[in-house]
């Protein structure tokens, strides 16, 4: 299988108060080992060829969000539902969805406590989308 990124390392204002979010939300989304490296936060998936792909989170007390996104990808419409309301109960802001962004395309957006802005979606296979290549 061809990977496609490594890792994701992101910055958070506080990780005493991130890691009760990711804690949550990483392991539910396939990262699911935590690697426990002193001053980040770090969940592992499957390895690969030897090597896990992996988020991190490390602290940045000046941390300003920005309108980057990251977007997770989901299995199906009742996929997205269940995982967006486990991010819900580990406290994601500025909920948006689940909903519709556009014809095939089911998404939940939310932020985490640092104002990072997330996603999970699903997208229905059909003519003419990313799906469907």
């Known amino acids: 299988m061809r990977r496609y990124f490594d890792h994701i390392d992101l910055r958070v204002r506080s990780l005493d108060e991130a890691r009760p979010f990711y804690d949550v939300l990483l392991p539910v989304l396939g990262f699911t080992h935590d ?4 001053g980040w936060v770090q969940y592992e998936a499957v390895e690969i060829d030897g090597a896990p792909e992996f988020f991190g989170l490390t602290e940045s007390p000046r941390h300003v969000a920005n309108e980057c996104r990251i977007a997770f990808w989901a299995d199906s419409n009742a996929e997205v539902d269940r995982l967006a309301a486990i991010a819900i109960k580990a ?6 969805g689940p909903l519709y962004e556009e014809p095939r395309y089911y998404a939940v957006f939310f932020e985490d406590p640092s104002g990072n802005r997330l996603e999970i979606c699903y997208r229905e296979p059909g003519e003419g989308g ?4």
């Not at 690697?35 to 002193?38: F, L, N, S, T």
């Not at 990313?130 to 290549?133: D, L, Q, V």
């Open 91 to 96: 406290g994601a802001r500025n909920v948006e």
């Open 35 to 38: 690697a426990k490296i002193e």
């Open 130 to 133: 990313p799906a469907s290549s």
